[in-house]
């Protein structure tokens, strides 16, 4: 069935370091590829998201190119802020569901230290 | 504008009681979908529903279940409940335009505690 990894956390950095989560997909066909995070007692934001291959999607300073051939879609940040600390999630949309519910991967806890 | 907003915010229940989580989705977008966030896990789908009519539904107990309104919010209910039952439950919506593209857009959640 379809499927998200994502690294393991947490992730700890310094601010203004760069930031990569890697995420890597299993489905068939061709699902659309989301980030999502999630603040401290809150519920989940959309970060980004991409919906067909080498598309990028960006907003915050963050982004993540979809591959198709590496099945991966990465996040990244040039230089990151304290405000940044938050739980990131990839998701996938399943195709093979009803409409496109969305599978997500478990999460990778980001802290950032001043 | 408005978000997805959810209520109540917390709830505290017993083992075999019933709960009702409530969901109103965005203006305008006719799909709502449930999912349930175990601490420490992503979430996990639950249903879907769009016009009233469940689109789909993930590997839970019939103990869960939900339903639309015509003014396309939704309840989600939970029978006997469990202690494993404990978890923050997402409500989502979307336009539902596009079967497979929709972006879905999520409410702060309710959390829900059993003892």
């Known amino acids: 069935g379809n499927s998200v990894t994502q690294m393991e956390g947490p992730v700890t950095l310094s601010e203004e370091a760069f930031l990569t989560i890697n995420c890597t997909y299993t489905a068939t066909g061709y699902p659309s590829l989301f980030w999502y995070v999630q603040y401290p007692g809150e519920g989940l934001q959309l970060l980004l998201k991409?919906?067909?291959?080498?598309d990028k999607g960006s907003n915050k300073g963050f982004e993540a190119t979809y591959r198709k051939e590496t099945t991966s879609f990465h996040l990244e940040k040039g230089s990151v802020q304290v405000s940044d600390s938050a739980v990131y999630f990839c998701?996938?949309?399943?195709?093979?569901?009803?409409?496109?519910?969305?599978?997500f991967g478990k999460g990778t806890k980001l802290s950032v230290k001043p | 504008d408005a978000g997805v907003t959810q209520s109540p915010t917390h709830l505290i229940k017993t083992r075999g009681q019933q709960v009702t989580l409530r969901c109103s989705p965005i203006?305008?977008?006719?799909?709502v979908s449930w999912y349930q966030q175990v601490l420490g896990q992503g979430p996990q789908f639950i249903f879907q529903y769009y016009e009233k009519e469940e689109r789909g539904r993930g590997n839970f107990p019939d103990r869960f279940s939900a339903r639309q309104f015509p003014n396309y919010s939704s309840e989600l209910n939970v029978n006997a409940l469990l202690l494993g039952d404990s978890a923050l439950y997402l409500c989502a919506s979307s336009l539902a335009r596009d079967r497979v593209q929709e972006t879905q857009y999520f409410g702060p959640g309710t959390r829900l505690l059993v003892l």
């Open positions: 998701a996938l949309s399943d195709l093979g569901g009803s409409q496109g519910n969305l599978i």
């Open positions: 203006s305008g977008h006719k799909s």
């Open positions: 991409a919906t067909k291959a080498d």
